[in-house]
């Protein structure tokens, strides 16, 4: 039965559109009639306009006499006739007598002047009249004044008379409206008196597009219409024939209502019918669906059983294509799970629920899962993930780019993982794609290089280390040995010079590999730079525990050495009861470590100022650039005194 329910469908389908169709040619010949019944009104003032301009008072300029002769003329009717000047000047009136603080009409637009020229006559827009709620409409010609000025005559009506003129021609249950060129009420066939001279709705007018048509809309009743208009090419004025959609579809409604009641007892029956014969198969049916979603899910398929034998086969064939399925899967998971690289998986468009491997699991510090089955999805976690140095946003990975299609191949990313652990992969990603070319998922594989790229890092950092390290201590050396030579009086001289000065220049490198560059312990320093020279109990040090930069220990040991080979040349040392006393400490100001060290010398030969030799001038320029002050060399009477001050905040 459901057929022959379509069939009568389709033919209330097509008997709706027919009677719509029927109702809009309607609507628009009654439009069209109205617009002929009221062009034929608004045309029958053209004959008293054509005797008025005429008029011996209108050539000779005599306003009042012309005003007189067309009182006589409407006399008895509700007509208005008025002479006026293009500006809007009126000179005479039926109405109310010209005043000179009468304010101008509006002048006509040059679309209205085009017409009156055209057509010789022009009809006007609804313009409020002289009595309370009354509105009038005008129709106008253009004559000749006196001396040939051109001047406007018109004869206003009121739109009660419109109204009046074209409800013979209105349907029974329609409602005929007259719209001027500016959208505003002329007349209506019903509540006339309520909307004349005002405004129509916007959304019903915003529809009159173009000579004729029809559409539908709500008026200001909120009645839904159907209209159909049609606009004068006279006057600009628009005719409207509108009808409730509720009466257009009343009929409608009566046939579907009988054939709905026709169609639902067939399709009762029709139900009966399927449900006693169709027991069985949808039961079959239910049964097959359960096992293809158990074959969907991984879940065992078990076999059906059916009096129906092809059912039968189906059952059967499922429950094979399970056990093939099976199979494959734990070839694959076998695979995932050995191959030693990590593997992640993902149908989800976002990319935010992936499946992984055991490698993936135990890279990304996760706990171990031994009883979780492959293929279950779990959110990934929040890592951030560099590349060339850049944060790489989650959209920008891998895994997410091969999700929209893309395909990436060994690419290098740095992750910090949510413990803090570092780890570099190098990552490449395919999309998984339908038959049809989709993309319905992503496979990112990665292998962990982050013992290689650590490898690296720590080689190129020693390299670096070792060109440092090795310029400057040519650098230091080239600078000995020039000042040496320099100042040497003899090359047995200079050679002995100069390898004093390295011997102490190494065992400051001595001191600083023993602590892997770290720096050295200023008293260590110390006693390296003089025990070689004289004995430890000529001295007198007092000082607590400072840690000296590379830079700085290399440069207090050339001093040192300095100072302890002048005070046995000349000072201190050069007589069995010279002393010095070395003291040091460390204040700290405004987030500086300041360093203060004083060698004073006692008990030695009187200081007298010399010959600034290389001595002087290393000890005056060593300290240079170091922020604190340099080195201060005082010549007093009981020794030479040299205090150093030094500035070892690291400003890196």
């Not at 008026?219 to 049609?230: H, I, K, P, S, V």
């Not at 009929?251 to 007892?265: D, E, F, K, R, V």
Request: with cysteine; net charge neutral.
């Amino acid at each position: 039965m459901l057929p022959v329910w379509l069939f009568a469908a389709y033919l209330l389908v097509t008997y709706a559109l027919h009677e719509t169709s029927r109702i809009e040619q309607e609507a628009l010949w009654t439009a069209r009639q109205v617009s002929l019944v009221v062009e034929g009104e608004l045309a029958s003032p053209k004959t008293v306009l054509d005797g008025l301009s005429k008029s011996s008072a209108l050539a000779n300029g005599d306003w009042q006499a012309f005003g007189a002769e067309a009182r006589r003329l409407v006399d008895g009717t509700d007509e208005v006739i008025t002479l006026r000047t293009l500006d809007g000047r009126q000179l005479a009136s039926t109405g109310s007598e010209p005043s000179s603080d009468q304010p101008l009409a509006a002048p006509p637009t040059l679309d209205e002047r085009e017409q009156l020229k055209l057509a010789g006559l022009l009809v006007g827009n609804v313009f409020a009249g002289e009595k309370p709620n009354e509105y009038r409409v005008a129709v106008t010609r253009e004559v000749p004044g006196f001396n040939g000025e051109p001047l406007l005559l018109s004869i206003a009506i009121p739109t009660e008379r419109i109204r009046l003129v074209m409800l013979p021609a209105v349907p029974e249950g329609w409602t005929v409206g007259v719209g001027d060129r500016e959208g505003k009420y002329v007349a209506r066939s019903k509540l006339h008196d309520q909307v004349t001279g005002r405004p129509g709705l916007p959304e019903y007018i915003a529809k009159v597009v173009g000579r004729s048509g029809t559409f539908q809309s709500q008026n200001f009743e909120g009645t839904r219409l159907l209209a159909g208009y049609y606009r004068s090419p006279y006057s600009g004025w628009f005719y409207t024939a509108n009808v409730p959609l509720s009466r257009v579809h009343a009929p409608l409604w009566w046939s579907l209502a009988q054939i709905g009641g026709i169609g639902l007892s067939a399709l009762l029956f029709s139900l009966a019918l399927a449900y006693v014969v169709g027991r069985t198969f949808t039961k079959a049916t239910a049964d097959l669906v359960e096992r293809a979603y158990a074959l969907g899910s991984g879940r065992p398929v078990q076999p059906i059983v059916s009096s129906v034998s092809e059912f039968d086969t189906i059952g059967q064939a499922m429950v094979t294509a399970e056990h093939a399925i099976a199979e494959r899967t734990r070839e694959l998971e076998t695979v995932l799970e050995t191959v030693p690289a990590a593997v992640w998986f993902t149908y989800d468009p976002q990319a935010r629920q992936v499946i992984r491997n055991r490698f993936a699991v135990d890279l990304m510090g996760l706990p171990p899962q031994p009883h979780r089955s492959f293929g279950k999805a779990d959110l990934v976690i929040d890592t951030l993930a560099y590349k060339d140095g850049q944060a790489v946003s989650r959209e920008d990975r891998p895994l997410s780019r091969a999700m929209r299609g893309e395909e990436t191949t060994n690419e290098e990313f740095a992750y910090t993982l949510p413990s803090g652990a570092q780890r570099y992969l190098l990552s490449s990603a395919r999309p998984i794609r339908s038959a049809d070319g989709s993309v319905v998922g992503a496979v990112q594989i990665s292998l962990d290089i982050s013992d290689r790229k650590r490898g690296e890092e720590q080689r190129q950092l020693l390299v670096n280390e070792l060109n440092h390290r090795v310029k400057n201590t040519l650098a230091v050396v080239q600078a000995i040995a020039a000042q040496t030579m320099r100042n040497a009086s003899s090359l047995a001289q200079a050679g002995q010079a100069l390898s004093s000065r390295l011997v102490s220049l190494a065992k400051a490198h001595d001191i600083l590999t023993l602590e892997n560059w770290s720096g050295a312990d200023l008293s260590a320093l110390i006693v390296a730079a003089v025990e070689p020279h004289a004995s430890l109990d000529r001295f007198d040090m007092h000082g607590g525990r400072i840690w000296l930069p590379p830079n700085i220990a290399l440069s207090f040991a050339l001093a040192l050495h300095e100072l302890t080979t002048n005070a046995i040349k000349y000072g201190a040392l050069s007589n069995p009861t010279g002393s010095i006393e070395i003291n040091w400490k460390l204040q700290e100001a405004e987030g500086d470590r300041l360093l203060q060290l004083d060698w004073h010398e006692k008990g030695g030969p009187p200081v007298t100022p010399g010959k600034r030799g290389f001595g002087t001038q290393l000890l005056e320029r060593i300290f240079e650039g170091k922020n604190a002050g340099g080195v201060k060399i005082s010549y007093e009477r009981i020794g030479l005194r040299c205090a150093f001050r030094v500035n070892l905040t690291d400003r890196s």
